[in-house]
């Protein structure tokens, strides 16, 4: 027959430190390997019902919208889509010509490039068609970049920004800030009413600017306005000074 021991008793504490000790050791909570697991599956439940809140709310803000806020910003998909596949069939047909050998053909794309840089790196003046964006009251640097934005995804091939004073053409490298008065842009003070000046299509730049939650709606909700006309002879003036080699 197997033999049976006694519990083995732990022996008193010798000191009154001692004793504290294995009191905090009683009451303090042992984490085990199943405690660990829990936990991190508990982590892991709260990430996903996280996610899964915000994306029903990113849906009901789209169940909720008007039926013409959501056909407004199909047609703005819709038209951005349109540009991209006449770029690409510009950009295919370009380089069709360049490996054909047509020299003057060549000559000429190449410059057609060179002027197109130009605007786009704002060495050059431009007059064109276009709009003029008049801002009175309320602007943010957010809202004013948010703007920018959606004119260059609207086709803009030059933009200036001007007060009554001062002008400065907006490049790649150009930045925003608030200022007290208004908005300093690239480092130069502009005092609000500003004027925004586009050289594009007029009928795809407008409503890039009207879209809800665009330029017109963020800065009518701060009291402030804006004023769209059409214009056949934008005169965009300032330029960028190329960097000396």
Avoid: C
Avoid at 4 to 20: I, L, M, N, V
Avoid at 94 to 110: I, K, P, Q, V
Avoid at 153 to 181: E, K, M, T
């Amino acid at each position: 027959m197997g033999s049976h021991s006694a519990p083995r008793r732990a022996r008193p504490a010798r000191t009154s430190a001692e004793a504290r000790f294995r009191l905090r050791r009683t009451l303090s909570p042992q984490r085990s390997g199943t405690q660990v697991v829990i936990t991190v599956l508990f982590i892991a439940l709260g990430f996903t019902l996280t996610a899964a809140i915000s994306g029903s709310a990113n849906d009901s803000i789209l169940a909720n919208a008007r039926q013409s806020d959501l056909v407004s910003l199909l047609d703005d998909l819709a038209q951005r889509e349109a540009r991209l596949q006449a770029e690409n069939s510009r950009l295919e047909n370009a380089r069709e010509t360049l490996l054909g050998g047509d020299e003057y053909a060549a000559l000429n794309e190449a410059k057609r490039r060179a002027d197109d840089l130009a605007v786009l790196a704002g060495s050059e003046t431009i007059i064109g068609t276009g709009i003029q964006v008049s801002i009175s009251g309320n602007l943010t640097a957010s809202t004013l970049i948010d703007a920018i934005q959606e004119l260059r995804d609207a086709g803009a091939s030059a933009i200036q920004i001007s007060d009554r004073g001062l002008a400065v053409r907006l490049v790649a490298s150009s930045w925003f800030a608030d200022s007290p008065s208004g908005i300093t842009v690239s480092g130069t003070a502009l005092q609000v009413p500003i004027t925004i000046s586009v050289i594009g299509d007029p009928s795809v730049l407008i409503p890039a600017i009207e879209i809800p939650g665009g330029l017109v709606d963020s800065v009518g909700s701060g009291g402030g306005e804006v004023e769209i006309s059409e214009s056949q002879n934008v005169d965009i003036s300032a330029i960028v000074p190329l960097p000396n080699s």
